[in-house]
């Protein structure tokens, strides 16, 4: 099970950190996404982190997010500076390979997806 968490309403310009913790299971051997469901229901990858330590960031967030993993192998962490009105959405984790999958969230299948953690920007 994944569960996000730090979620918040904020203005332009603020910063938020979301929390990615998985129960049951660690993150080991494990790429870790980001996705962002704009309120229109249009999905993008924000960013991920591989079992190396390499990271990726979409044009949108560069420069103002950072991904990161805890120092307990369950945890990745999202820091949001310099929030836009547009990074508006819901923002869910996913853990493992992913499958293309026209019926699921985003359009991707993966092993674990969490509930997801709402961000407002105003």
């Known amino acids: 099970q994944l569960v996000e968490s730090g979620g918040d309403s904020v203005q332009a310009g603020g910063s938020l950190r979301l929390s990615c913790t998985a129960s049951?299971?660690?993150?080991?051997?494990?790429?870790i996404n980001w996705w962002h469901q704009a309120p229109g229901n249009e999905c993008e990858l924000v960013s991920s982190?591989?079992?190396?330590?390499?990271?990726y960031y979409s044009d949108s967030v560069k420069g103002r997010f950072t991904i990161s993993q805890g120092n307990a192998k369950n945890t990745v962490y999202l820091q949001m500076n310099s929030l836009k009105p547009e990074d508006t959405g819901v923002y869910y984790c996913?853990?493992?390979?992913?499958?293309?999958?026209?019926?699921?969230?985003?359009?991707?299948?993966?092993?674990?997806w969490g509930q997801g953690t709402q961000v407002t920007v105003s």
């Open positions: 996913a853990a493992g390979l992913s499958t293309y999958s026209p019926m699921s969230r985003c359009q991707y299948e993966y092993p674990h």
């Open positions: 049951g299971f660690t993150f080991d051997d494990s790429d």
């Open positions: 982190i591989s079992d190396d330590g390499s990271t």
